[in-house]
């Protein structure tokens, strides 16, 4: 049980263009979704929480009109990388937990590896 | 400031032998602590949880231990084997927050 599907596995595309990736709970509800950059060898870089039904909260330091996160139902969280360019490339990885409980953990997604040329 | 560090960026052991990989932090008041496996291109996955009142939790050959006294977490693997070689998560939890923060990770290889 406990399954996160993440859309698509890899991007490679031009400077500009925007990016969807796709979260997905297969076999629960996920009340907060978590994103998530990882650079080579460093560790999960929290980008954003969300929540269903309502707004993202951003960390620090994380544009969120570039970074545009949806989280419309109890199973399904999105994140849009708008007009990327190179220095976008990365690994970025989504999470979901079961309840907004802190004490339960989190099911990762196998990532998304987005490559800007 | 806070900080979470992992031991050693890597660590080798030969199969059979008891591998321990050690998590400290400073400035936190974790009320959780959890061990994450992620291998190369792929999402962590998730392994063990431990409260804060909590001194140890076992699974199957998986150990953790924590000590909020020294601020640390180790995480014990016995007989070990080759498809235990894998990169190794601590994540702080602060209770409240609903967050985590994970720790660089240590690669772990385990030799026949």
């Known amino acids: 049980g406990a399954v996160v599907s993440q859309h698509p596995s890899w991007v490679i595309c031009k400077s500009g263009t925007s990016v969807k990736i796709e979260c997905r709970s297969l076999?629960?509800?996920?009340?907060?979704m978590f994103w998530y950059r990882q650079f080579p060898k460093q560790s999960l870089m929290l980008m954003a929480t969300?929540?269903?039904?309502?707004?993202?909260?951003?960390e620090q330091g994380v544009e969120k009109d570039k970074f545009l996160i949806n989280h419309a139902s109890l199973t399904l969280s999105t994140l849009t990388v708008t007009s990327a360019h190179p220095e976008d490339s990365s690994f970025y990885i989504c999470?979901?937990?079961?309840?907004?409980?802190?004490?339960?953990?989190?099911?990762f997604g196998d990532g998304t590896r987005l490559s800007i040329l | 400031s806070q900080k979470i560090e992992q031991n050693s960026e890597a660590l080798n052991i030969q199969e059979g032998k008891t591998a321990t990989l050690t998590c400290n932090y400073t400035?936190?008041?974790?009320?959780?602590l959890q061990w994450y496996r992620q291998d190369p291109g792929r999402g962590p996955v998730f392994l063990l949880l431990i409260r804060e009142n909590e001194k140890e939790k076992r699974k199957e050959r998986l150990k953790v231990t924590f000590d909020t006294t020294l601020k640390q977490s180790l995480f014990h693997i016995t007989a070990s084997q080759p498809a235990d070689s894998a990169t190794y998560l601590c994540?702080?939890?602060?209770?409240?927050?609903?967050?985590?923060?994970f720790g660089d990770g240590t690669t772990l290889t385990v030799k026949p």
């Open positions: 400035n936190y008041s974790p009320a959780y």
């Open positions: 999470s979901a937990r079961a309840s907004d409980r802190s004490n339960q953990p989190q099911h």
């Open positions: 076999d629960f509800q996920a009340t907060t």
């Open positions: 969300s929540n269903e039904g309502s707004k993202a909260t951003y």
């Open positions: 994540a702080l939890e602060l209770g409240n927050a609903g967050k985590s923060t």
